[in-house]
């Protein structure tokens, strides 16, 4: 009973809340920032972790942890867009945007936080449960948590007409294979054999371990900033072990 009350919890904050919170986020300041504030999520599942499992971190995880988020951020803010509201373009200049909406980051602090204490509440369920199993306990959670939220915001009719596109579907189902599945699967395992904190702040490089992709795949430039960003981040991961 233990095991199912606290992964069903995780999953409901983890899946439901979090992932609401962070799709939410993309649609009003972007993927960009929106995954810089979940490089929070780390030393959100820390504290959790420090509060509900008393886990404690070395000074050199610490120090880790530190040096993966500043790289993380480093990549993840990518090249500076154009200041194109000037009428002369040759006084076009580089610069970084400063403001952005208060409620989007608020929703992209709700899905670090989500994702964060999704992952603690996970480890404290699981207590030496399969992690595939756990997986499952938490999907299920997840599946009912948002066929609740469909329902009230009246939604089945487009979840309906989503099934008409196959293409999509096709691409969902293998996303959901290596994310859902196999991802949480393996996070589970994670916090099963090292600290929360520890086990989110390496979680945490899928933001830089996509540039590789998505230069291949997409075609998409990759800039000096996010080479250095992931060379930082990985050296902070490295930090863990040594």
Do not use: C
Not at 40 to 48: E, F, K, M, R
Not at 204 to 216: D, F, K, N, R
Request: charge should be positive.
């Amino acid at each position: 009973m233990h095991t199912w009350i606290w992964l069903s919890l995780s999953g409901f904050i983890g899946f439901v809340l979090g992932d609401l919170f962070l799709f939410q986020s993309f649609t009003i300041i972007g993927a960009r920032i929106s995954m810089l504030v979940m490089a929070l999520s780390p030393p959100i599942a820390a504290i959790t972790g420090w509060i509900l499992m008393n886990e404690t971190l070395s000074g050199r995880s610490i120090a880790g942890m530190i040096l993966t988020i500043s790289g993380i951020s480093l990549a993840i803010l990518g090249r500076p867009g154009h200041d194109n509201t000037s009428p002369d373009l040759k006084k076009k200049r580089f610069r970084f945007k400063l403001k952005y909406s208060i409620k989007g980051l608020l929703f992209a602090l709700g899905g670090a936080a989500g994702q964060g204490i999704g992952l603690v509440l996970s480890k404290y369920g699981m207590d030496g449960y399969d992690a595939f199993a756990s997986t499952q306990i938490r999907v299920l959670t997840g599946v009912i948590g948002f066929a609740m939220v469909i329902t009230v915001y009246g939604g089945w009719k487009r979840v309906g007409a989503a099934f008409k596109n196959m293409p999509a579907i096709r691409s969902l189902s293998l996303g959901a294979f290596f994310g859902p599945f196999l991802g949480v699967s393996f996070s589970l395992l994670a916090v099963k054999y090292t600290s929360s904190g520890i086990a989110s702040t390496i979680m945490s490089l899928t933001p830089v371990m996509i540039i590789a992709p998505s230069a291949i795949l997409f075609h998409e430039k990759v800039t000096t900033r996010e080479v250095i960003g992931a060379v930082i981040a990985v050296v902070g991961v490295s930090l863990f072990f040594l």
